[in-house]
């Protein structure tokens, strides 16, 4: 619980880009001794309100650190030295330098002769703190790491402490690539930061992790602040609730005779390692489960490789989409519109004659704007200008509005709010009942759910194959630990 007075406050804070009104008055606290949970809907204006705090970019309205008004600027200098530090949706490590120099880059104070060897040992104690066993070693070049251990690097940095302090830590979805033992050990670590007298501020779609996590809710929606609470005061219910979303039952309950194996199997694929066969029928929604790593989003890339050209081990009839749960290496092209990204695998439905026709494009892209709800005023603008969660609803959209047979989706649901997830969910359902196939690896237990059998992957290897009648954590978890048949 709060002690002592505020690390910083914003009072009356407003923002804009361009015709986007980001924030439009907002007040927030951060005291020493609390984890204060933020939800609330994609495009609400969460990370915005970080990246005031962080000194990121300006904004109008008060902004006090420890009750004084600065006369300058608050700038990432000014934010870092007041030990206000930010791990961003996006990662932000230099992929072609080591984990050491990863580390220097955040602090400068590692500097002169031996900074190498200092910047690695002071890293891997930070990991060792917040991920024990976490198997990353100084010299690793973050390029090659997979983004769960990228995001480790990227949070275990945060938390380091040189010349600054380490005040107020913003988390802002830090679990979204880490499996759920990952993400434990990161949410005790939070709690033993707090219990010192630091602060997190803790952004997540996942409300189990908010209220476990925090001890203050604040939920956003539209640029400002609808409610604001202890966290034992809400309930799953009560938070959806506050967050404007309607809460749907567990939508569980899909057709058994449509997720029935029909005719002959769409993909058979074997792991590079051996162990069971993954087999796929027409209509089939196949879970892929396991911890972290254990190659799920190899073998999703292996099968839409193989997709395209012929490879060992693996048949694949039709054609297949990607939903890339690493968005920002394998998903966004950057540089492109809102609507060029989604449409990019459909160009060849969209030509008249040898052009592509724009009228076309731009009723497809607006279709999915309000199928999916992409909150922008314009699909032309570019697709950074969108939220971490509408982003990845334009690579769902992308996927969903291909011909493609199959659909592979590598943990997909990073970041995308529980009221768009649901819609997603039935859109899945309603796509596999047309014949469809789905490979669906997900790191969290809710959607396995949605799954008509479920494969469990555990160093490179399927160890079971559970359907859906045998579904439970637990099984789930001893096959990720064990050789089950
Ligand atoms: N650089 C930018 N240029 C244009 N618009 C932006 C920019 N950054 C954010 N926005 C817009 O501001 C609004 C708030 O975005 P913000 O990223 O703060 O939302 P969020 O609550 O963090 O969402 P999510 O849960 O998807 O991460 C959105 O409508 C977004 O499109």
């Known amino acids: ?6 690390i910083i406050r914003l009072e009356d804070v407003r923002k804009s880009f361009g015709a986007v009104r980001a924030l439009q008055g907002v007040d927030l606290a951060c005291h020493p001794g609390e984890c204060i949970g933020l939800v609330g809907h994609n495009g609400a204006g969460k990370s915005t309100l970080m990246n005031l705090l962080a000194g990121v970019f300006g904004a109008e309205g008060r902004m006090l650190i420890d009750g004084i008004e600065s ?5 990432i200098a000014t934010a870092k030295a007041n030990g206000i530090r930010c791990v961003f949706q996006e990662l932000s490590l230099c992929p072609n330098l080591t984990v050491a120099e990863n580390a220097r880059v955040m602090h400068r104070a590692l500097s002169g002769f031996g900074w190498r060897g200092r910047a690695g040992r002071l890293i891997v104690e930070q990991l060792d703190q917040v991920f024990p066993n976490h ?3 100084p010299g690793d070049i973050v390029g090659d790491l997979p983004i769960a251990r990228r995001q480790m690097v990227e949070i275990a940095r945060a938390f ?12 802002d979805e830090p679990t979204s690539s880490l499996d759920a033992h990952l993400a434990s050990q990161l949410l005790a670590y939070v709690r033993r930061f707090v219990a010192e007298g630091g602060c997190v501020v803790l952004i997540s779609h996942l409300l189990g992790e908010i209220l476990a996590a925090a001890d203050r809710v604040i939920v956003m929606k539209d640029g400002r602040v609808v409610a604001e609470r202890p966290a034992a005061e809400f309930t799953r219910t009560s938070l959806v609730a506050a967050m404007g979303t309607v809460a749907h039952e567990e939508a ?4 058994m005779a449509a997720g029935r194996r029909q005719g002959a199997p769409r993909i058979r694929a074997r792991a590079r390692t051996g162990g069971n066969e993954l087999v796929a029928h027409r209509g089939e929604i ?25 490879a060992p081990g693996i048949t694949v009839e039709g054609g297949s989409a990607l939903v890339a749960g690493d968005r920002q290496t394998d998903g966004v092209f950057p540089l492109w519109s809102i609507a060029e ?15 592509i026709d724009r009228d076309k494009t731009d009723a497809m892209a607006d279709d999915w704007r309000s199928r999916i709800g992409i909150r922008t005023p314009d699909m032309h603008n570019p697709i950074l200008s969108l939220s971490g969660g509408n982003q990845q609803k334009a690579l769902f959209a992308r996927a969903l509005g291909s011909t493609a047979e199959t659909v592979l989706m590598d943990d997909p649901m990073r970041g995308v709010d529980i009221g768009t997830k649901q819609e997603v969910y039935g859109m899945i359902r309603a796509e596999a009942e047309r014949g469809r196939t789905f490979l669906w690896y997900t790191t969290e237990m809710d959607e396995l759910k949605h799954c008509d059998h479920v494969y469990v992957f555990r160093d490179h290897r399927i160890v079971a194959d559970l359907t859906r009648g045998e579904l439970t954590e637990e099984r789930v978890l001893h096959a990720s630990f064990e050789d089950v048949a």
């Open 1 to 6: 619980m709060p002690v002592g007075a505020p």
């Open 71 to 75: 006369a300058g600027p608050h700038t």
């Open 135 to 137: 198997g990353i070693g």
């Open 160 to 171: 380091t402490v040189t010349d600054a302090p380490a005040r107020l830590v913003i988390l």
């Open 252 to 255: 569980g309950t899909r057709d």
């Open 286 to 310: 196949v879970g892929l489960a396991g911890l972290g790593g254990q190659g799920q989003s190899e073998m999703l890339i292996r099968i839409f490789d193989a997709a395209r050209h012929r």
């Open 341 to 355: 990204n989604i449409t990019i695998t459909s160009l060849k439905r969209l030509r008249s004659g040898i052009l």
